[in-house]
Nanobody, 123 residues
C-alpha cells in the first residue's frame, strides 16, 4: 500500500483552471502507475486520468480529454492533475490512486487511495 495525500482543491468559476497534486510516501513511487478518480454527490466514483510509472503513457476519461493533463515527478514522489476549461459537472471530490499497473488502476479495485480533495466549479 502507498500512502497518498492530495492537495490543491478549491472553488473556481466555470471556464477557469485548477491544479491538484498528490504526494506519495513510498520510496517505490516510481514503480507505480498513478491516477485520479472523482466522485460527485449521489454518483459512483469514476476514473479521470492515469499515468504509467515512467510518465510515458497517459489515459483519460472521454469527459476530460483535451481539458485535463496528468503528469508526475518521480523525484518528488508527486503526481499532478492540471484542470483547464472547468465545467460545473467537474464538481466532485477528487481522489488520487496508485496501483502496480495503469490497467489495474483504471479498474479501480485494489488501488491505494488518498483521502480526497474537493473541487467545486461554479456556473
Amino acid at each position: 500500500q502507498v500512502q497518498l495525500v492530495e492537495s490543491g482543491g478549491g472553488l473556481v468559476q466555470a471556464g477557469g483552471s485548477l491544479s491538484v497534486s498528490c504526494a506519495a510516501s513510498r520510496r517505490t513511487f516510481s514503480s507505480y502507475a498513478m491516477g485520479w478518480f472523482r466522485q460527485a454527490p449521489g454518483r459512483e466514483r469514476e476514473f479521470v486520468a492515469a499515468v504509467t510509472w515512467n510518465g510515458g503513457n497517459t489515459y483519460y476519461a472521454d469527459s476530460v480529454k483535451g481539458r485535463f493533463t496528468i503528469s508526475r515527478d518521480n523525484a518528488k514522489n508527486t503526481v499532478y492533475l492540471q484542470m483547464n476549461s472547468l465545467k460545473p459537472e467537474d464538481t466532485a471530490v477528487y481522489y488520487c490512486a496508485a496501483a502496480p499497473t495503469s490497467a489495474k488502476l483504471r479498474v479501480g479495485t485494489g488501488n491505494s487511495w488518498g483521502q480526497g480533495t474537493q473541487v467545486t466549479v461554479s456556473s
